[in-house]
């Protein structure tokens, strides 16, 4: 099993409805959960990280997080056109190291 | 807002040559990491800095890399003799906190791109 997965997409939206993302990791013992948004070219710029179960809101993005499952998601609601970007999921694996293990990303295209 | 910044942008250089990428992390932050991606690959852990040394290191940061902390705000990856499959984004990260089993927030520099010729 691979360590962080996720669906390469494209993921194709129209304008303003929601996007939705998902993300599943191998180790249980996993505390810290992050999604990053990668523009062609550019570095990756972190949109939300979440350390409990449960969701979490802040703006149009919502992270939900569900450790029984091993499983973490990302909403994204009114999308936009520039919110077209590779989302990336980040998780701490192994649980005793502060190192990221990156997804290979979900290529997001949000059409007008 | 505080931001990592990086230099170079862009980086070539000949197989066998030394080259330096540096980094000034966010001023308050205290634990420094690099990562690199390789086109159209994700994004890979190098290695990760604390307190002047080396916390943890992947099987990528082979004996041809070095860090260091040269003053109070560079952080420098060294590559000793580049190879060709060297040439990737190289991202410089860094985060006010960390613990044994927790990750905080790391935020990315723009990134160096290296390319080995």
């Known amino acids: 099993q691979k360590e962080v997965e996720q669906n390469s997409g494209p993921l194709s939206v129209p304008e303003g409805a929601i996007a939705s993302l998902n993300c599943t990791y191998s180790?249980?013992?996993?505390?810290?959960f992050f999604w990053y948004r990668q523009y062609s070219g550019k570095s990756p710029e972190l949109i939300m990280f979440i350390y409990s179960n449960g969701d979490k809101e802040d703006g149009r993005f919502t992270a939900q997080l569900n450790k029984a499952s091993q499983y973490v998601s990302l909403l994204i609601r009114d999308s936009q056109p520039s919110d077209s970007a590779t989302y990336l999921c980040a998780v701490n694996i192994p649980t005793n190291t502060d190192k990221l293990i990156f997804g290979t990303g979900t290529r997001l295209q949000v059409f007008p | 807002e505080p931001e990592v910044t990086q230099t170079p942008s862009h980086q070539v250089t000949q197989m066998g040559q030394e080259v330096i990428l540096r980094c000034v992390p966010i001023?308050?932050?205290?634990?420094f990491y690099w990562y690199r991606q390789i086109l159209g690959q994700k994004v890979e852990f190098l290695v990760s800095f604390y307190n002047n040394e080396i916390s943890e290191k992947s099987e990528i940061f082979d004996d041809q890399f070095s860090v260091e902390r040269p003053d109070g705000s560079n952080f420098t990856l060294k590559i000793r003799s580049t190879k060709l499959e060297d040439s990737a984004m190289y991202f410089c990260?860094?985060?006010?906190?960390?613990?044994?089993?927790?990750?905080?927030?790391?935020?990315f520099g723009p990134g160096t791109r290296l390319t080995v010729t």
């Open positions: 990260a860094s985060s006010v906190n960390s613990r044994p089993g927790r990750s905080y927030e790391q935020y």
């Open positions: 001023s308050n932050h205290l634990y």
């Open positions: 180790d249980r013992g996993s505390q810290s």
